[in-house]
């Protein structure tokens, strides 16, 4: 690429790991909860007004084009567990619980001027790599219960203003 680039990224990695265990004689009861909540803003942007080769075509080079890119990355393992062992009763129960909500843009300002010899591209690119494991037991000489119960949000619905537009040259 060459001419003006502007560029915007973020990653987020999280890793978590939640192990329960109880017993007893007569019952054996545990519990294990994870919560995770990540929110991640990233914003590649022309600002409002801006003017770029505005004197003159020639001043730019032949190959100068603008750039405007903004790219998010996030990853995540979760790995919830529990058991339960007890004599008459064995209860365990296992929550995952997550929400993810990462805004990605890449914007040029109202009001820009540009004026450039080669391509002017304008991208956002949002990559998620999720994976959960929720797991319980519950181990008993009359009752074992295990319960496990996983729910993720992932991102927002896209907000009215969006838009995908090609002019031609």
């Known amino acids: 690429a060459s001419g003006v ?46 003017w770029i080769n505005q004197r003159s075509r020639v001043d730019g080079s032949a190959n100068q084009g603008l750039t405007v890119r903004a790219g998010n990355r996030v990853d995540t393992l979760s790995v919830v567990g ?35 010899n080669r391509d002017v591209l304008v991208g956002a690119h949002r990559l998620a790599r999720n994976r959960g494991f929720t797991i319980s037991a519950g181990i008993a000489g009359t009752v074992g219960v295990g319960a496990a119960v996983s729910v993720w949000s992932l991102g927002d619905r896209l907000p009215d203003t969006s838009s995908n537009v090609t002019t031609p040259d």
Do not use: K, M, W, Y
Request: hydrophobic share 50%; charged share 10%.
């Open 5 to 50: 680039i502007v560029q915007a990224t973020s990653s987020e990695a999280v890793r978590h790991f939640v192990i329960a265990a109880g017993g007893g004689a007569a019952a054996g009861i545990a519990g294990g909860v994870a919560v995770t909540l990540i929110d991640s803003d990233t914003d590649a942007s022309l600002g409002t007004g801006v």
């Open 82 to 116: 529990s058991l339960a062992i007890g004599g008459a009763a064995g209860l365990a129960g296992a929550v995952d619980v997550g929400r993810i909500s990462n805004d990605t843009t890449a914007v040029i300002g109202p009001g820009s001027v540009v004026d450039v």
